[in-house]
């Protein structure tokens, strides 16, 4: 099993101009595959998809920065926890509920900075779980998979931490 998982996003403004460059796109990627996955994120729908026929060499991220400007492209690598305890198999969202308190998700990158990502909503779930879904203005609302393997911790805006595992917080210590 992988350890960690090599992403690059290409930001496009719209479906529309990622449709104008995608054979440039596609062209760029060629000339330099490796082993990160490509996605591409839609601002306008918030919408993203995965190039699955696609790979890049994060090396070369200037050539892709240089073609889509700085600011929409960016490369992310992030670990993959490999200890469960739960059989690991894709929940099947059964009900959205909207989070009403400040409650972050803390992800931490490979090099050992950690973000904070707004909770914005929890999916109850066929497993009979609860799952944090939060926002990052760059991948849009998680999906269900990284609720349950990027967020190292939850913190509510008061301090008290919840770990991804669940259960109450006196119980986590």
């Given at each position: 099993?992988?350890?960690?998982?090599?992403?690059?996003?290409?930001?496009?403004?719209?479906?529309?101009?990622?449709?104008?460059?995608?054979?440039?796109?596609?062209?760029?990627?060629?000339?330099?595959?490796?082993?990160?996955?490509?996605?591409?994120?839609?601002?306008s729908t918030?919408?993203?998809?995965?190039?699955?026929?696609?790979?890049?060499?994060?090396?070369?991220?200037?050539?892709?920065?240089?073609?889509?400007?700085?600011?929409?492209?960016?490369?992310?690598?992030?670990?993959?926890?490999?200890?469960?305890?739960?059989?690991?198999?894709?929940?099947?969202?059964?009900?959205?509920?909207?989070?009403?308190?400040?409650?972050?998700?803390?992800?931490?990158?490979?090099?050992?900075?950690?973000?904070?990502?707004?909770?914005?909503?929890?999916?109850?779930?066929?497993?009979?779980?609860?799952y944090p879904?939060?926002?990052?203005?760059?991948?849009?609302?998680?999906?269900?998979?990284?609720?349950?393997?990027?967020?190292?911790?939850?913190?509510?805006?008061?301090?008290?931490?919840?770990?991804?595992?669940?259960?109450?917080?006196?119980?986590?210590?």
């Amino acid at each position: 099993m992988k350890e960690c998982v090599k992403e690059v996003w290409i930001k496009f403004g719209s479906q529309s101009e990622y449709s104008e460059n995608e054979e440039k796109l596609f062209a760029l990627l060629d000339e330099k595959p490796g082993d990160s996955i490509v996605k591409v994120y839609d601002a306008s729908t918030k919408g993203c998809k995965e190039l699955r026929s696609r790979s890049f060499d994060e090396t070369h991220i200037s050539i892709l920065t240089d073609a889509f400007g700085k600011d929409n492209v960016k490369f992310q690598e992030r670990k993959v926890k490999a200890e469960r305890n739960r059989q690991c198999t894709k929940p099947i969202i059964r009900q959205i509920i909207p989070c009403n308190h400040d409650m972050y998700a803390v992800v931490k990158d490979s090099d050992g900075g950690e973000y904070k990502y707004k909770v914005l909503l929890y999916a109850l779930c066929n497993d009979g779980e609860v799952y944090p879904l939060f926002y990052d203005d760059w991948y849009g609302v998680c999906l269900s998979a990284d609720a349950l393997f990027c967020a190292d911790r939850y913190e509510l805006e008061g301090g008290e931490i919840y770990s991804p595992e669940g259960g109450k917080p006196d119980e986590q210590r």
